[in-house]
């Protein structure tokens, strides 16, 4: 493998311990694996509880998963301590990805079946309402249509690009004015079942309810989180070398095929 | 009673109208039956343990006419009607048991429906607790909480036989009112790094992290919780006088078998003996003939499974492998889970490895991101299975990791050699 030493990224993962049930450390391996095999040397933070602050100040790339109710609850009291540092990094346009739990509690705040209401860190203008047991999580396979990030960020991903997961969420989460969609639906629930909506955009940040988990068979997706974290670092525009991506291209086709959707 | 309708074993229709025209048959055919109920409840290892029950009991009552022994349910027929099934197929005309054991494979959801039913079983044996399926049993802790409400209504009439080295698990003995004895397994010589699917790591008591002084694997070790003072059981069973299975995931299943075979008064040369002749339920590492070719299947269904089958096999030395990933509702229509099995570990470790089932790709996915260079990706099971096959040389083994539906599909393909 070439070592091109000139690029570096640090990796910051959000509480791997608790946040980490539904198969997300999937998508840490593949933004590692895709800078090793571009020759982008790569570290991994674990900001676990009581991470350092400036420990999340050396990062040049974010990623946060869900968790269980428990352990959400542990994390959200850890965040709520740091919120003021998370949210300059998030306003200053660091890139970053979180997934379900980490989405949620990024929101203004999120309102239990029993209409308790859970302050959120209030980083992005949006709010999740769980309806209670009684009614069905949202869960199966998922297609949106990504509208990509045109004016949101230095870099470009100008085409529209199909991602695919699968999503089981109980929450309904509704956007605010001031964060955009990550995309429309094609198939299957989204943010709430209802809008047509699924996942948030705000600055270089990233929202959604996608598991499973969205980076493998979404490689387009995670070579722009490298790529604007790359530009960003480094302030010039980077053109990330191709990969191999044949077996992500047919592990898209299953669930495209059995979601008929074009991709 | 069924015969009349010539059902098979593994039809839960019987137990469907059962229920349906009387919703209190199960209790009302227990209640006047003197049959000791063994009730087996947690993620993995459900239906091997309940073979190695069988087979130890069986072989002690071996002097007695068959109907006076043991039954059990189907394997997989683990919920309400399935139970209600079995009791319709072992019962007499006149709805009697004259049977001296039943042994039921619980279901994790339906462990509570069950004891509302079963109000005071003779034994419980919980086995473990995993991440599982997430689409259908839903989070750890939520399960956890379920079981911890069906059994504190529990009577010292029943014991409850639960694993010391489950945090989560044996934290059940702590409030209950019945007769609770631990298993776990011999601790020597067993420390192993931390495994990423690691469910319970935080105390059920007071949430506190805790502190381990040995994993074995997953989240079961020798465990404390240096806030509150919640600690591992001090007795412990962990000495089986045999074990037919590898893998440490069996020693678990097997001293849980032994504890309860010797609250039942079985001689230890009896477990023994039984423990010698035992034959493994069908797909859990089960052993097939393929003409010259041995073929051995490992149920691998979530990441503690996967984990500890790749670890038996390997040490086992195992060249060729096959694996199998659906996506049916047996398997959870999730996949996601296989970016928690730590593949990683094992990437330069097989010689000839082959990845199939619905969602193939996904799987030859996962193994190329852990960097793994030997594997081909073929969706058709019949001919990944022959491909494979073909590969593995005279007298050697393929290793067959499948989940629950591919393991039926493949054992249907191999046993009616529809291929060969």
Partial sequence: ?263 | MSKFFNLGNGSTWPGHIALSINKNFIRDVLRNSKVKIILIAGTNGKTTTAKLIRTILEYDKKSLPAHWRVFQNAAGANLLNGIASSLVLHSTVVCKLNYDYAIFEIDENTLPLILHEINNPDFIIILNLFRDQLDRYGEVNTIAKKWEDAIRHLLSKTTLILNADDPQVAFLGEKSKSNVLYFGINPANKTEKNQHASDSNYCPNCGERLIYNSIYFSHLGDWICKNCGFEHPKKTFTQSPFYPLSGTYNEYNTNAAVLLAKLNNVSNRAIEQSLRVFKPAFGRQEILKINDKKVQIFLSKNPASFNESLKTIANLNANNLLLVLNDRIPDGRDVSWIWDVDFEDFSSQFKNITVTGDRAFDLGLRLKYAEFKNFQTKKNLAEATNVALEKTLKNETLYILPTYSAMLEVRKILTGKSIL
């Fill in chain 1, 1 to 263: 493998m070439i070592h091109n030493t000139k690029y570096k990224l640090t990796i910051g993962w959000l509480y791997p311990e608790l946040m980490s049930t539904y198969g997300d450390r999937g998508n840490i391996i593949v933004l590692q694996k895709r800078c090793e095999w571009r020759g982008i040397g790569v570290e991994v933070l674990k900001l676990d509880l009581h991470f350092n602050l400036n420990q999340l100040a050396q990062c040049d790339l974010l990623f946060m998963g869900g968790a269980q109710d428990k352990q959400q609850k542990i994390v959200s009291e850890d965040l709520m301590k740091k919120r003021n540092a998370l949210q300059n990094r998030i306003e200053d346009g660091i890139p970053g990805l979180y997934i379900c739990g980490a989405y949620q509690l990024l929101g203004r705040y999120y309102k239990e079946a029993e209409r308790t209401i859970i302050p959120g860190l209030n980083i992005f203008d949006l709010y999740t309402g769980n309806p209670g047991l009684n009614v069905s999580r949202l869960i199966g396979n998922v297609a949106i249509e990504f509208q990509g990030v045109n004016s949101y960020s230095p870099s470009r991903c100008n085409h529209s690009y199909t991602l695919v997961g699968f999503e089981n969420h109980g929450g309904r989460t509704y956007l605010g004015k001031n964060v955009k969609p990550l995309g429309k639906i094609l198939k299957g629930f989204g943010n709430n079942g209802e809008d047509g909506t699924e996942g948030a955009i705000y600055k270089n940040s990233f929202g959604t309810y996608f598991h499973g988990p969205i980076l493998p068979k979404n490689p387009e997706f995670a070579d722009l989180l490298i790529k604007v974290a790359l530009e960003k670092k480094y302030g010039s525009p980077i053109d990330l070398s191709p990969l191999d991506n044949s077996i992500e291209m047919q592990a898209r086709k299953t669930i495209a095929n059995r979601l008929n959707v074009e991709l």
